[in-house]
């Protein structure tokens, strides 16, 4: 293991820095007095974020970017035959993997809040953050997407605390050293990597206990993989849910825009909570964020509401990217099944007459383990429309193609094979009439493909 602290003062090259979590942990580590620099392939609103901070990056790589590097930290993007990863190597720095450094920096806190599951991390992590810095409370915080009131996924505080995401993927999150930690939820997602649910219900009870004897976990009691998870866990449990948890919601209503209110009911008695956000699962995550505040900081769940009522989504959730022909165009991260259907549940609340679902899977091997539960994640749209497969991680290997993700997703809906966005564009301009809705989904390159359709 490499001991952060003997780096202080000296040059920290970044090999990825331009994504959200490398650039958030570039700047937290600047603030704890390192000198991080580094490149990446592409400029991005990230990259922007380093040009504020006046940390130097580069746009391309080269074994020359190294420089007077005494520490080198590499994105899970990067693979040998990189030429600064492998110039890194050849001349023997140390290296530690992005999961590795932001479990170091961690350890320079007394207080780790580790928010976990496998969907709702971001939206959890900048709830709890915004209620936090409303109420004064000024902790330093990583999230995994772009947070508008951060201006990014990281703030530095002076709050002896960290707050951060902690991811399951290739278990990062084992590396962390937290204090609290929440599970939202545990599915069987990242089967690239793991070998079934089972396994990966083994990497979250792992994290559990990291925990002190004296630490505190937070579960959805909906999950029953976490309640399980909390039954082995054995220690201070703290729950929130729609029904026998420590945090509840009740007395549920949705405004015109299909934003929903509720009471918030716990020990500390009742507090009416309103949200600008839409979806059922928005309302679990403010349970959770509320829960969090409350426990960990003592802060009444009323004191939250006016955060949570000011309270955007991060980027790609949810996220309003422009209006075509009187057809509204949104763009939302899902590419879980579970995440696809909670998510079109949420956008059936919003005013439409069509709700149309283009969803882009974002690897084969979520295409080939997941197919029959994408199947029946559409129940809420009107019409499905899949392009051809981003490889993300993957290689295509011949198994699936977008096609067979149709065949079993139109058993269920309305559904058809459009390979590109550009044609997609077009069937839309034909097809579509005012008022409609069109929620694009994935996680791949589909943010930017949305664009096409304007």
């Keep these: 293991m490499v001991d952060l602290q003997q780096f202080t003062g000296k040059s920290v090259h970044f090999i990825g820095i331009g994504g959200c979590s490398m650039s958030g942990l570039a700047v937290i580590l600047k603030d704890l007095g390192y000198k991080p620099k580094g ?16 940390i130097p990056f580069v746009i391309g790589h080269s074994a020359d ?8 930290i590499y994105s899970a993007a990067i693979k040998p035959g990189n030429p600064e990863y492998d110039k890194a190597k050849e001349l023997g720095l140390p290296m530690l993997s992005r999961a590795a450094l932001l479990g170091e920096i961690s350890r320079q806190f007394d207080m780790v ?54 991811c399951e993927y290739v ?15 545990i599915d069987d997602d990242h089967l690239d990597y793991y070998k079934d649910l089972d396994e990966i219900y083994g990497a979250f009870l792992k994290f559990a206990k990291l925990l002190p004897e004296d630490g505190v976990l937070f579960a959805n009691v909906h999950d029953p993989l976490v309640l399980k998870l909390a039954g082995e866990y ?21 405004n015109n825009l299909g934003c929903p209110s509720f009471d918030v009911v716990s020990k500390h008695g009742r507090a009416r909570i309103r949200l600008s956000v839409v979806g059922r699962y928005n309302m679990s995550n403010a349970l959770a964020a509320i829960a969090v505040c409350s426990e960990i900081f003592g802060i009444d769940p009323a004191d939250t509401a006016d955060a949570l009522q000011k309270y955007t989504l ?52 979520r295409a080939k383990t997941l197919k029959d539960k994408y199947a029946k994640s559409f129940e809420y749209a009107d019409m499905v429309i899949v392009p051809d497969i981003y490889p993300g991680r ?13 065949a079993a997703i139109g ?39 949305t664009k096409k359709l304007l």
């Design 314 to 365: 991060a980027g790609r959730r949810f996220e309003h990217v422009g209006e075509k022909n009187g057809v509204r165009v949104i763009h939302d991260y899902a590419h879980h099944p579970a995440e696809i259907s909670a998510c079109l549940e949420a956008a059936s609340k919003y005013p439409h007459k069509k709700l149309w679902a283009v969803f882009q899977c974002n690897s084969y091997t």
């Design 113 to 166: 809040i580790g928010v976990a599951g496998c969907h709702g991390k971001t939206t959890i992590t900048s709830m709890t953050a915004l209620i936090l810095r409303e109420c004064g409370i000024d902790l330093t915080v990583h999230i995994g997407g772009m947070v508008d009131f951060l201006g990014g996924g990281v703030a530095i505080g002076n709050y002896p605390a960290f707050l951060t995401e902690a």
């Design 171 to 185: 278990e990062s999150f084992l590396e962390l050293k937290p204090t609290y930690a929440l599970v939202n939820n």
């Design 394 to 406: 993957d290689i295509d290997k011949g198994e699936i193609h977008a096609t067979d993700l149709v």
């Design 39 to 54: 490149s990446d392939i592409n400029e991005s609103v990230f990259t922007n974020k380093l040009a504020k901070e006046s």
């Design 411 to 449: 058993k269920h809906a309305a559904c058809a094979y459009i390979p590109t966005f550009e044609e997609i564009s077009k069937y839309i301009d034909k097809n579509a009439s005012p008022g409609d809705i069109v929620i694009t989904l994935g996680s791949g390159s589909v943010n930017k493909e």
């Design 234 to 254: 054995g220690r201070h449990t703290v729950t929130y849910g729609f029904e026998n948890a420590d945090y509840v919601a009740e007395n549920i209503t949705y």
């Design 65 to 72: 970017n190294l420089g007077d590097a005494a520490l080198v």
